[in-house]
């Protein structure tokens, strides 16, 4: 094939930032997807209305364009039923982080008992409220996916009806899980399709490539590799496309994020290509995702093609994966 035509492709795990990052990244996300879940780690995290209103708005300024929505999530607190209420027309899932796992997520929790968040975790599963969770431990840092299994079970069995994602899975254990427990989910990036934690830091170090979950072994990206080229009803495409400064990556204290936001389609494009499954790209970037959390999304049609798309070199101070090199698809057109 040489010539494929994307409808409303979406994005359901997205790091856009806040001032003159989000003003370099969002355009380029929307460009080519027609809208995607924003996470709220910023600097204060996201967690009151005002503010998922006021950053959605600061969102589609940068964006300047009708045909992309972005999906809000608010930063996970014991929020009150009643606050829960009051919010839920303005969001499409709370994002809970456990507290150091990844970047700007201080403030997440510091305990998955069930206890103290039952009454916050009751109400989002009444009201519909989708539960997005960064599922790793602080245990062993290629063994910290692993661990969070026991929570997903806890979470998954207390409440049924709540609909949980496991976002940016990485590993066999967690594609496991997808056909154990109806209520859980996933999201998987397009870099770990791609790369393992030799290609981190297995030669030289290669910290555009370092991120949270850290990639994992051959047979983990085989396990997610075969849920995604079959679009597994359960899993989304979430590119997790984090954008740091290329001084901030290329320092002694690099922090963790890919950003593939540019070229996530094309790269999408490569790796089910490669594996002769280019028509189950679809479901993967979209259809699922759009039944899974019940959003009709902005009407889109991106048209990529089998010509060689050099990749920037740096987009604003962001360095993007596979920056310099030539990816096998472009983007044609978008109408
Ligand atoms: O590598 C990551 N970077 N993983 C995350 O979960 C967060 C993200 C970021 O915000 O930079
Ligand atoms: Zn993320």
Redesign the pocket.
Known sequence: MESITLTMPLDMHL?LRDGEMLETVAPLTSYSFSGALV?P?LVPPVTTKEMVKEYRKRIKHAIGRDDFEPYMTLFYQNYSREFLESVQNEITAIKIYPSG?????EGGVVSFDIEPMRETLQAMSDLGIILSV?GETNGFVMDREAEFMSVYEKLALNFPKLKIIM??ITTADAVAMLDKYDNLYATITVHHLIITLDDVAGGMLRPHL????IAKRPEDRAALLKVALSAHPKVMFGS?S?P?PKHTKESCGC????FTAPIALQLLCEVFEAHDQLGNLQAFVSDNAQRIYGICAEFKEVVLVKHDFVVPEIYGTVVPMKAGETLKWSIERVD
């Open positions: 790091h996470m780690n796992a990844t970047t700007n997520s960064h976002e940016h370092f991120c949270k979950p997790d984090a740091h922090g963790a994020g890919v």
